[in-house]
């Protein structure tokens, strides 16, 4: 990218692939709008700051965003100037990669570790374990039953999700949590409305932690959850 953010050459077939033939002479954050529009709004609001020379040129580059998703899949994006004979910035070369693959097996990695925490927990106390999860699991099937973000939730259903955070952090469960906390985000009121995502992003996760550990103890009355 150019000192405007343009492309000053050709884009990589996997970003052609990705997101399109870019228009000639357009910046970065308008070849990426239609697929990426809060990474693009938010990337070219970054880039005043690496084209005005208002702060060092390394910062401005660590302050701009570097993930985004769009058309299903997961990017990460890198930066790093490109200097000119006169060691002074000539273009800065952006990378994207396709992290989808990647994130769903940390993911699942780390749904693994917190099924090992739980089944640690459940064999050093079982009757107090059980009674946290079951409560936990009830809490979830009513959030993941009520309402959606798309219209906004009642008090009740909110303080669900802020209820399921805190508890799944107790019981080690830092996945659930964090699906909590994005819920959370996803309802401030400066954010735009999000999709059925973070719901599903939690439904797959405690899914992933619930339905193993059912099996192990043979509590599916117990453990019930939402379908």
Avoid at 83 to 103: C, G, I
Wanted: charged letters at 20%; proline letters at 6%.
């Amino acid at each position: 990218l150019d000192r405007k953010g343009r492309l000053p050459g050709a884009a990589s077939a996997a970003l052609v692939a990705w997101f399109g033939e870019p228009a000639q002479g357009a910046p970065a954050w308008a070849y990426l709008a239609p697929s990426a529009p809060a990474f693009a709004e938010s990337f070219e609001l970054g880039w005043l700051a690496v084209s005005d020379d208002f702060v060092s040129l390394d910062l401005a580059l660590d302050q701009l965003p570097r993930a985004f998703s769009a058309h299903g899949r997961c990017y990460e994006v890198a930066y790093d100037p490109v200097l000119d004979t006169n060691l002074e910035s000539a273009f800065v070369l952006a990378v994207v990669r396709d992290v989808t693959a990647q994130l769903a097996q940390d993911e699942a990695d780390a749904a693994q570790r917190e099924l090992a925490t739980a089944l640690r927990r459940l064999a050093a106390d079982r009757a107090a374990f059980l009674e946290q999860f079951s409560e936990l699991d009830a809490l979830v099937g009513r959030v993941l039953a009520g309402d959606s973000p798309r219209n906004p939730p009642n008090v009740e259903w909110r303080r669900w999700v802020h209820t399921i955070k805190g508890s799944s952090a107790m019981l080690d469960l830092h996945g659930i949590s964090a699906a909590c906390g994005r819920i959370e985000a996803s309802l401030a009121p400066a954010a735009p409305a999000p999709g059925g995502d973070v719901l599903d992003a939690l439904r797959t996760r405690w899914a992933a932690i619930r339905d193993p550990l059912a099996a192990e103890v043979q509590q599916g009355a117990v453990l019930h959850l939402a379908g």
